[in-house]
C-alpha cells in the first residue's frame, strides 16, 4: 500500500478520488437518506400489496411472483435514480440495457407469451381447476387438473392428458362448459314422412317426462327442425345439470329408440342397393 501511494500514477489517482468525493459528498449524503426514506416507504406498500392480493383470492403462485417482479422493478429504479442524484450517467447504461432486454425478449418470444397467458388466465380466472374447457384452436377438451405458469393440463374423458401452452389459451376463444350449474341437451330424431308428427311428438314428450335427471322447471321444446331430403328432423330441448349430462343424452338415445321400435315409427337411413348383372356370350 505505501509502495502504492508512494508511485506517481496512484497519488494522482488518488487525489482524484478524494477530490471526486469531496465535490459529491452532499449528492452522496442526499442519495443515501433518499434511498433509506424510499425503502422504508416501498417495504410498508408491499405489505399492503401482499395483503390487495391475498383479500382478492388470487393465486398464491401468481400472487408471490408479482409481488417480487414489482419490488424488484421499483428498487432497481430508486437504486438508479439515487446514482443519478450522485452524479453517475446512466444514460448509456439503460441504453444497453434496453438493447439487451429487446434481444432477450426476441430470444424468447414464445416462453414469455405462455407465462403471460398463465398470469392472466391465474388473474382473470375464465376456467379454474375442475372445469371442463373446450378450446377452439385445436379443439382439444378435458377437465382442468392443473393451471401452471407456462402451461395448462386438462384430463380428456378417455384419460388422456393434454398440455396447452397458456398462450394459446389467452389469446384464442375457449367454451367453459362447467361454468354453469345446468346446461341445455339438443337431439335431433329423424323420421319418415309417412309418420304422424302430432303421435311422434307426444311420444317422445312421454319419454322426456320419465327421465327423473331432467330439470323439472324448465320446459320441455319438441319442435320439427327441418324437412330434410329423406326424413323429418325432430328437435328435443330439455335442461339437467351438468353432472348429469352426458348420462342424460346417452340414456335418452337409448330410450328413444328402443320405444320408436315399439311404437313402429320408422327412423330412415341411407340405403344401398347393388344390382348384379351378367352378361351372356
Not at 73 to 80: Q, Y
Request: with cysteine; charged share 25%; aromatic share 8%.
Amino acid at each position: 500500500m505505501k509502495a502504492w501511494l508512494e508511485n506517481e500514477k496512484g497519488m494522482e489517482m488518488l487525489d482524484k478520488v478524494l477530490n471526486w468525493c469531496g465535490k459529491t459528498a452532499g449528492n452522496i449524503v442526499i442519495a443515501a437518506i433518499f434511498l433509506l426514506v424510499t425503502f422504508r416507504v416501498l417495504n410498508s406498500f408491499m405489505k399492503l400489496l401482499k395483503k390487495s392480493f391475498s383479500r382478492s383470492n388470487m393465486e398464491e403462485t401468481v400472487a408471490g411472483f408479482l409481488v417480487s417482479l414489482i419490488q424488484t422493478i421499483i428498487r432497481a429504479v430508486l437504486i438508479l435514480t439515487a446514482a443519478s442524484i450522485v452524479g453517475f450517467e446512466i444514460t448509456s447504461f439503460l441504453t444497453v440495457l434496453g438493447s439487451a432486454g429487446v434481444a432477450i425478449g426476441l430470444a424468447l418470444q414464445g416462453s414469455l407469451s405462455n407465462f403471460a397467458g398463465g398470469v392472466l388466465i391465474l388473474i382473470l380466472k375464465p376456467f379454474q381447476v375442475g372445469d371442463y374447457i373446450v378450446e377452439d384452436n385445436k379443439n382439444n377438451e378435458g377437465t382442468v387438473i392443473a393451471i401452471d405458469i407456462f402451461y395448462t393440463k386438462l384430463l380428456t374423458i378417455d384419460n388422456k392428458t393434454v398440455v396447452i401452452p397458456n398462450g394459446i389459451l389467452s389469446n384464442t376463444s375457449l367454451t367453459n362448459v362447467t361454468k354453469q350449474d345446468k346446461r341445455r341437451l339438443d337431439l335431433r330424431f329423424g323420421i319418415d314422412y309417412s309418420e304422424d308428427i302430432k303421435r311422434v311428438k307426444d311420444v317422445l314428450l312421454e319419454i322426456m317426462k320419465q327421465e327423473e335427471r331432467i330439470l323439472p322447471g324448465e320446459e320441455i321444446k319438441i319442435y320439427v327442425e327441418e324437412l330434410g331430403d329423406s326424413a323429418i328432423q325432430i328437435g328435443v330441448r330439455v335442461w339437467t345439470t351438468m353432472e348429469d349430462y352426458w348420462d342424460v343424452k346417452w340414456a335418452l338415445l337409448e330410450k328413444v329408440k328402443c320405444r320408436f321400435d315399439e311404437e313402429k315409427i320408422t327412423i330412415p337411413y341411407n340405403h344401398l342397393n347393388v344390382t348384379v348383372t351378367s352378361e351372356e356370350k
